[in-house]
C-alpha cells in the first residue's frame, strides 16, 4: 500500500521513541523558555526542562486545559512573537472566550505535511478531485484538508459547507472523486441526491474522509452505500493543529497518529494517572513541533484506547481507537461542541433564578438534533399562551445564536426532569452507537 | 546508527550538556549549530570517548559505546577530526596520514596503507603536492584537509566533524563543503558541528540547534532556515529585520 511518508510511517517503535525524545526535550524547554505560562506552572511544581529524561518522564509535567487557554487568550501562550505568525484560526468562541491558535510558516507547512498524510493513507492520490465541504473560515476543518489535498497535487474544490444543491452538482458535473465532510454532510448530500433522482454510480465518488462529529460503523456503512464510497475517519482539535492528528488507514483498524509530531498518553480523567496500553481513558495530546502554539499534555476530553501494533498497511504509528465519547458533559453535534455551561448561561433569569434544564441530542432522519427541554414554573404555565410562545420562542433565538447551532425547546411541567433517585441528568446522548439499537425514550 | 539519548556531562562542577539526545542515521549529514559554549564540542569528545557522560547514553546500532575507551571507538567506526585542526605540525603531511592509520596498524598492511595514502591525496591533490612538507608549513584550509584526510584513514563509518570552516578564508570553506558532501556520496556518515550556521546548512540534510546544553530546536535545513530564531541568532539576520 503506498506511503506519503515512508520514512517515518513506517519507522520501528524505537526509533519512533528516539524521535519523540529529541523532540519532546526541545520542545519543553522551548515551552519553559518563551511561554511564561509554562514557566510558572513548571517553577510551581518544582521541575525544569532537564528533568525529561525519558519518554515516560512526560508524566511528570502538568497538564493543559482548555480553561488555561481561554485564561491566556487571545495570545498568551504563544511561543514566538506575533510577528512570526503566519495564520490564525480559533474555536467558535459560542461557549466563551474562544481559544486562539497562531501558526508560523513552518507549522503550517507541518499542518499541510500531515493532512496530506493522512488524506494520502485514506486513498486519496494526486489524480483525484477533492471536494473540500468543510467550512472555510475561522474554523479549521476547510483549511487543512485544503492545504492537505494540495500538498498531494490533487485537483481542490473549496466548496465549504452548505448548499446542498450547489455540492450535489459540482459532484456530478465537477466529476468529484473525493469528498471531505462532517458525516452529518455527506448524509444530507445523499439524501438529496436520492431526491433529484441522481443515481450514484453515474458519479465518480470513491473516497470520503469524515470528521469533526462523532459517528459509528452503522453511519459510515450508511454513507458508503448511499454515496458508494470508501468512508474514512480521522481525528483533530482546533487546539492542537486542526485535522491531521490522526486518521484511518485503508485497512480502518483505528486512526494513526502523527507520532513525530505529538505524543499521545491515555490517562485516568478522573485521578489524571496514565493508563496501561490498550486501556480506554482520556486522550491526552503534547505537541512535539510547533512553532507558533505548542501545548504540553493537552488533555482533549475525548474518550479513546491505543495500539502500537503494527498495522496491516505497514505503517508503525500508533493507532487510537474511534472516539465514542467525552469525558465531560460537552455534546458534540454536528461538529459544535454544545457546553451545559452555556444553556445554563441562557436560561438565567432576571432574578437570577436558573429553570431545570436538561440537553438531548438525537438521531432523526439521519441527523444529529438537539433538543433543550427546560421546566418552567407554573405560574407561566397558567400564564397567558402568548407570554409562553413568546418565551419560548426568544430561547429558541438565544440558543441558535449562543451554542452556534440550532436547539429545538421544549417547555415541560415543573419536577418532570428528575429521575427515581432525584436527580437531573443534564446530558442525554440518545443517539446510536456502534451497533447498537437506540434507546427508548 | 547513531543514536544519543538525554546526555549529561559535567566539566568539574560546570554541566556542560543537560540531557541532549539527538540521532544521526546512516548516510545522513546531521549538523549541530549553536553558539560557543552551546555544548558542541562537549557533545563530539564524549561520543569519541574524550569525556565520560554523567548519565544518558550513546548507542551505535543499538550497542552502547560510551563507557568504551577512544581507541576501540575509533575502530568500531567513529573518528573525530578535532576543532583547530591539530595537525602534527613538525611532521610532514605523509607522517601525518599514516599516523592516522594508527588504529588499523595491526589488521592493515603496509601496501593496504600505502593504497589509502593514494586515495586520500587524490581525494585532496593538494595533499600530494605537499606530501614531504611539515604539515606546520601549509595554510589553514590545508590543514584542514589534512586533518581529515587523517581521520578518514581509519576508515570511519562515522565522521565528526568539529568547526571545519573556523577561520579560513571563503572559497576555502566553499572547498570544505564540497569535500564534505563528497565523503557522504562515498558512504560515510556525518555529524558537522559549527558555528557558521549558513555553511553548515548549506551541506547539511537535518540540523539541531544547541543552546546552553540543551536542542532548543530539530529539523529538516528547510524548517531551520525557516525559523525566524534561528534566523536571528545564528544566520546573523539584524534583530530589527525580524522584529519588526
Redesign the interface.
Known amino acids: 500500500m503506498p506511503v506519503w511518508n515512508k520514512d517515518i510511517e513506517t519507522l520501528n517503535r524505537?526509533?519512533i521513541e528516539?524521535?519523540q525524545?529529541?523532540?519532546l526535550?526541545?520542545i519543553v524547554?522551548?515551552c519553559y523558555?518563551n511561554v511564561s505560562f509554562y514557566k510558572n506552572k513548571f517553577d510551581e511544581i518544582g521541575i525544569t526542562?532537564?528533568d525529561?529524561?525519558?519518554l515516560d518522564d512526560l508524566s511528570k509535567l502538568p497538564f493543559t486545559t482548555k480553561d488555561d487557554l481561554r485564561e491566556s487568550y487571545p495570545y498568551g501562550m504563544f511561543a514566538?512573537?506575533l510577528?512570526?505568525i503566519v495564520r490564525i484560526h480559533s474555536s467558535s468562541g459560542a461557549t466563551g472566550l474562544p481559544t486562539v491558535v497562531g501558526y508560523?510558516?513552518?507549522d503550517l507547512?507541518n499542518w499541510s505535511d500531515l493532512c496530506a498524510r493522512i488524506m494520502f493513507a485514506a486513498g486519496v492520490t494526486r489524480d483525484d478531485v477533492v471536494q473540500i465541504a468543510f467550512d472555510y473560515g475561522i474554523f479549521t476543518g476547510g483549511f487543512g484538508f485544503h492545504q492537505g489535498a494540495e500538498r498531494i497535487g490533487a485537483s481542490v474544490i473549496p466548496t465549504s459547507v452548505g448548499h446542498t444543491n450547489r455540492q450535489v452538482t459540482i459532484i456530478k458535473d465537477y466529476k468529484t472523486t473525493a469528498i471531505a465532510s462532517t458525516p452529518n454532510c455527506a448524509l444530507t448530500i445523499a439524501e438529496r441526491m436520492e431526491k433529484l433522482n441522481i443515481d450514484p454510480k453515474s458519479l465518480n465518488l470513491r473516497v470520503g474522509l469524515f470528521g469533526a462529529e462523532q459517528w459509528n460503523e452503522s453511519i459510515r456503512k450508511e454513507v458508503e452505500e448511499r454515496l458508494l464510497i470508501k468512508a474514512t475517519d480521522n481525528y483533530g482539535l482546533s487546539e492542537i493543529l486542526g485535522p491531521g492528528v490522526a486518521g484511518e488507514c485503508e485497512e480502518r483498524c483505528g486512526l494513526h497518529i502523527n507520532e513525530d509530531h505529538f505524543v499521545a498518553e491515555i490517562i485516568d480523567p478522573k485521578t489524571g494517572k496514565k493508563l496501561a496500553a490498550g486501556a480506554e481513558g482520556e486522550l491526552v495530546l503534547t505537541t512535539l513541533?510547533k512553532?507558533g502554539f505548542p501545548l504540553l499534555r493537552y488533555r482533549t476530553g475525548d474518550v479513546t484506547t491505543l495500539d502500537i501494533d503494527p498495522c496491516g498497511c505497514g505503517r508503525t504509528l500508533a493507532r487510537m481507537a474511534r472516539v465514542m465519547k467525552r469525558t465531560d458533559d460537552i455534546l458534540i453535534v454536528r461538529g459544535v461542541n454544545v457546553y451545559p455551561s452555556r444553556v445554563r448561561e441562557i436560561l438565567i433569569q432576571k432574578d437570577g433564578n436558573i429553570p431545570e434544564f436538561q440537553i438531548v441530542a438525537y438521531r432523526q432522519d439521519n441527523k444529529d438534533n438537539l433538543e433543550v427541554k427546560v421546566e418552567i414554573s407554573e405560574e407561566l404555565f397558567l400564564d397567558e399562551m402568548k407570554q409562553l410562545r413568546t418565551y419560548h420562542l426568544q430561547l429558541e433565538r438565544a440558543m441558535q445564536k449562543s451554542l452556534g447551532i440550532a436547539a429545538k425547546v421544549k417547555l415541560v411541567e415543573p419536577a418532570t426532569l428528575r429521575d427515581e433517585n432525584g436527580s437531573i441528568k443534564r446530558v442525554v446522548d440518545l443517539r446510536p452507537r456502534n451497533g447498537e439499537t437506540p434507546p427508548a425514550e | 546508527m547513531l543514536?544519543v539519548?538525554?546526555l549529561k556531562v559535567n566539566y568539574g562542577a560546570i554541566r556542560a550538556l543537560?540531557?541532549?539526545?539527538?540521532?544521526v542515521s546512516e548516510g545522513e549529514i546531521v549538523t549541530l549549530i549553536g553558539a560557543n559554549g552551546a555544548g558542541k564540542s562537549t557533545l563530539l569528545n564524549t561520543i569519541s570517548g574524550l569525556l565520560r557522560p554523567t548519565?544518558?547514553e550513546i548507542m551505535l546500532e543499538?550497542k552502547p559505546i560510551h563507557r568504551l575507551s577512544p581507541a576501540v571507538i575509533v575502530r568500531r567506526g567513529i573518528s573525530q577530526v578535532p576543532e583547530g585542526r591539530q595537525v602534527f605540525s613538525s611532521l610532514t603531511v605523509r607522517d601525518n596520514l599514516i599516523l592516522g592509520a594508527y588504529p588499523k596498524m595491526r589488521v592493515s598492511s603496509r601496501a593496504e596503507i600505502r593504497e589509502d595514502i593514494e586515495h586520500m591525496e587524490e581525494l585532496f591533490p593538494i595533499l600530494k603536492e605537499r606530501e614531504r612538507q611539515t604539515a606546520g608549513t601549509l595554510s589553514g584550509g590545508e590543514q584542514q584537509m589534512l586533518a581529515i584526510a587523517r581521520s578518514l584513514m581509519a576508515h570511519p563509518r562515522i565522521l565528526l566533524l568539529d568547526e571545519p570552516t573556523m577561520g579560513l578564508a571563503p572559497i576555502v570553506v566553499s572547498s570544505i563543503l564540497t569535500t564534505i558532501k563528497r565523503l557522504r556520496s562515498e558512504g560515510v556518515t556525518i555529524v558537522l558541528i559549527e558555528q557558521n550556521a549558513h555553511a553548515a546548512l548549506s551541506v547539511a540534510d537535518r540540523g539541531?540547534v544547541l543552546?546552553t546544553g540543551?536542542?532548543?530546536?530539530?529539523?529538516t535545513v528547510e524548517?531551520l532556515l525557516?525559523?525566524?530564531?534561528v534566523n536571528r541568532a545564528y544566520l546573523g539576520k539584524g534583530y530589527k529585520e525580524?522584529?519588526?
Open positions: 524505537e526509533d528516539q524521535l525524545l529529541e523532540r526535550q526541545a524547554y522551548r523558555k526542562p532537564d525529561i529524561q525519558s514566538v512573537p510577528r512570526e508560523t510558516r513552518n507547512e513541533t512553532e | 543514536k539519548r538525554s543537560k540531557g541532549m539526545s539527538f540521532h548519565s544518558g543499538d539541531y543552546e540543551r536542542v532548543v530546536l530539530d529539523g524548517e525557516e525559523n525566524q530564531e525580524v522584529w519588526e
